[in-house]
């Protein structure tokens, strides 16, 4: 039995782990695409293996053409398909600055990765999808991006990393109307505060929202949480939602008095 393969950027790290794992212990050939030295992530990357050896790991960035297309060969050399895209790899502005301030170094650097690396990797990814359509058996590929409540939610000292998010939200609509005729089912889902490397410098600010009722739910979230709706997308039990986003923030998204 040949296993089906997920291929997931930022894979090895937060919630690119927790989902990298959660696919492996569902029977799929795991795919990285990582920044990082193999070297620096390997306790990560053992984890998983823990569960699968059938993973392959590709240092590169998300923003650099060569890289992606280096990842997508990657995958189709080791397993021969892709089944599941999940887009999950994204960058913060190196340095905060109000939005009058704002360079545009820094606005390139940060949609050139989020945005137009993810845009052109979906692509890349759906082509591959489309050309293995009614070529393997049972075959129903999905492909499914992690944005965020920075999608909507206004932070002026990062606007560039909130456009990204609000850019890849449409993205989704986009790839979603495109490929609904071929099969390809495409969704979004959006975490809100997720306990994470990324999200530990601002704990103290975030515990004391959470206590104080930011959340309808008064917890953090965990990578888990995302890992889980990842799960159900993949399961096939949503296939007439294609489209659709998931907000995986404990409510945050609801409008209260």
Same mark, same amino acid.
């Given at each position: 039995?040949?296993?089906?393969?997920? *291929?997931?950027?930022?894979?090895?790290?937060?919630? &690119?782990?927790?989902?990298? !794992?959660? $696919?492996?212990?569902?029977?799929?050939?795991?795919?990285?695409?990582?920044?990082?030295?193999?070297?620096?992530?390997?306790?990560?990357?053992?984890?998983?293996? *823990?569960? =699968? %050896?059938?993973?392959?790991?590709?240092?590169?960035?998300?923003? %650099? /053409?060569? #890289?992606?297309?280096?990842?997508?060969?990657?995958? $189709?050399?080791?397993?021969?398909?892709?089944?599941?895209?999940?887009?999950?790899?994204?960058?913060?502005?190196?340095?905060?600055?109000?939005?009058?301030?704002?360079?545009?170094?820094?606005?390139?650097?940060?949609?050139?990765?989020?945005?137009?690396? =993810?845009?052109?990797?979906?692509? *890349?990814?759906?082509?591959? !999808?489309?050309?293995?359509?009614?070529?393997?058996?049972?075959?129903?590929?999905?492909?499914? =991006?992690?944005?965020?409540?920075?999608?909507?939610? /206004?932070?002026?000292?990062?606007?560039?990393?909130?456009?990204?998010?609000?850019?890849?939200? !449409? !993205?989704?609509?986009?790839?979603?109307?495109?490929?609904?005729?071929?099969?390809? $089912?495409?969704?979004?889902?959006?975490? &809100?505060?997720?306990?994470? #490397?990324? =999200?530990?410098?601002?704990? #103290?600010?975030?515990?004391?929202?959470?206590?104080?009722?930011?959340?309808?739910?008064?917890?953090? &979230? #965990?990578?888990?949480?995302?890992?889980?709706?990842?799960?159900?997308?993949?399961?096939?039990?949503?296939?007439?939602?294609?489209?659709?986003?998931?907000?995986?923030?404990? &409510?945050?998204?609801?409008?209260?008095?």
């Amino acid at each position: 039995m040949i296993n089906k393969a997920a *291929a997931i950027t930022g894979g090895a790290r937060g919630i &690119g782990l927790a989902i990298s !794992m959660q $696919l492996a212990s569902e029977g799929y050939s795991i795919a990285i695409l990582g920044t990082s030295p193999e070297e620096k992530v390997k306790d990560n990357l053992e984890q998983i293996r *823990a569960i =699968t %050896d059938d993973i392959v790991y590709v240092q590169g960035s998300l923003g %650099d /053409a060569g #890289d992606r297309k280096k990842f997508i060969e990657a995958v $189709l050399d080791r397993y021969g398909r892709l089944d599941v895209l999940v887009n999950n790899a994204g960058v913060a502005p190196k340095k905060r600055m109000d939005l009058l301030e704002t360079t545009e170094e820094s606005f390139d650097y940060v949609l050139g990765v989020n945005l137009k690396g =993810t845009f052109f990797l979906t692509q *890349a990814a759906a082509n591959v !999808m489309l050309k293995a359509m009614n070529k393997i058996p049972d075959y129903n590929p999905v492909i499914i =991006t992690i944005s965020s409540i920075s999608e909507y939610t /206004a932070s002026v000292n990062r606007g560039e990393y909130c456009i990204s998010k609000a850019g890849l939200g !449409m !993205m989704t609509k986009l790839f979603a109307d495109r490929l609904a005729d071929e099969g390809i $089912l495409v969704y979004e889902i959006r975490p &809100g505060i997720i306990r994470t #490397d990324m =999200t530990s410098t601002v704990k #103290d600010k975030y515990n004391k929202l959470i206590s104080e009722g930011l959340l309808p739910f008064k917890r953090w &979230g #965990d990578p888990q949480d995302v890992a889980d709706a990842v799960s159900v997308l993949c399961s096939g039990k949503l296939a007439y939602c294609t489209g659709q986003t998931i907000d995986v923030d404990g &409510g945050f998204h609801i409008r209260r008095l």
